[in-house]
T-cell receptor
Framework: GQNIDQPTEMTATEGAIVQINCTYQTSGFNGLFWYQQHAGEAPTFLSYNVLDGLEEKGRFSSFLSRSKGYSYLLLKELQMKDSASYLCAPMDSNYQLIWGAGTKLIIKP | DTGVSQNPRHKITKRGQNVTFRCDPISEHNRLYWYRQTLGQGPEFLTYFQNEAQLEKSRLLSDRFSAERPKGSFSTLEIQRTEQGDSAMYLC???????????FGPGTRLTVT
């Protein structure tokens, strides 16, 4: 079967760094997406990894290890506006996104 | 890009009624997706179009749900004989043929009373 595992909730302090982990099992693999979703809003694209390694984009970085079925999203210099849910979504052999339940990130001042 | 738009943004209906939602994707996007999302969960795939062809439909989807994309542009999602369990946010997303990055609309929040 297909399965995504990410922590339900995390708390971090403004200005700090946080790492959100995701492990996955899918039928085939064609890359992995991270999306951000603020409460009551639609998901917005953050990153896409198809090869192993770290992709950096400003304050956000995403890492992928295909052999381990593992990815993480790293957020640096946290700001209050980063309070949101972060969704890990690998793409299966049919190029469909398999969505996790997301990690709710709470930023405290 | 003008973005993906969805109408209506909110819909309250009584159990047993039919509802229809509309999605207008980004104009040059060939792929269009419908998802359902409930609180605390990720989006649940419903169906997917490439141009006007419906290429995939979730096996978990009841026969009460139907979607169309008649001219390969906008799409409609109809739910017949709504049930309280249909209450959710219905999200539409679109993407280019050359990229799998999906752009989401604001969603239609359905409440079935």
């Amino acid at each position: 079967g297909q399965n995504i595992d990410q922590p339900t909730e995390m708390t971090a302090t403004e200005g700090a760094i946080v790492q959100i982990n995701c492990t996955y099992q899918t039928s085939g693999f064609n890359g992995l997406f991270w999306y951000q979703q603020h409460a009551g809003e639609a998901p917005t694209f953050l990153s896409y990894n198809v090869l192993d390694g770290l992709e950096e984009k400003g304050r956000f970085s995403s890492f992928l290890s295909r052999s381990k079925g593992y990815s993480y999203l790293l957020l640096k210099e946290l700001q209050m506006k980063d309070s949101a849910s972060y969704l890990c979504a690998p793409m299966d052999s049919n190029y469909q996104l398999i969505w996790g339940a997301g990690t709710k990130l709470i930023i405290k001042p | 890009d003008t973005g993906v738009s969805q109408n209506p943004r909110h819909k309250i209906t009584k159990r047993g009624q039919n509802v229809t939602f509309r999605c207008d994707p980004i104009s040059e996007h060939n792929r269009l997706y419908w998802y359902r999302q409930t609180l605390g969960q990720g989006p649940e795939f419903l169906t997917y179009f490439q141009n006007e062809a419906q290429l995939e439909k979730s096996r978990l989807l009841s026969d009460r749900f139907s979607a169309e994309r008649p001219k390969g542009s906008f799409s409609t999602l109809e739910i017949q004989r709504t049930e309280q369990g249909d209450s959710a946010m219905y999200l539409c997303a679109s993407s280019r043929l050359t990229s799998y990055e999906q752009y989401f609309g604001p969603g239609t929040r359905l409440t079935v009373t």
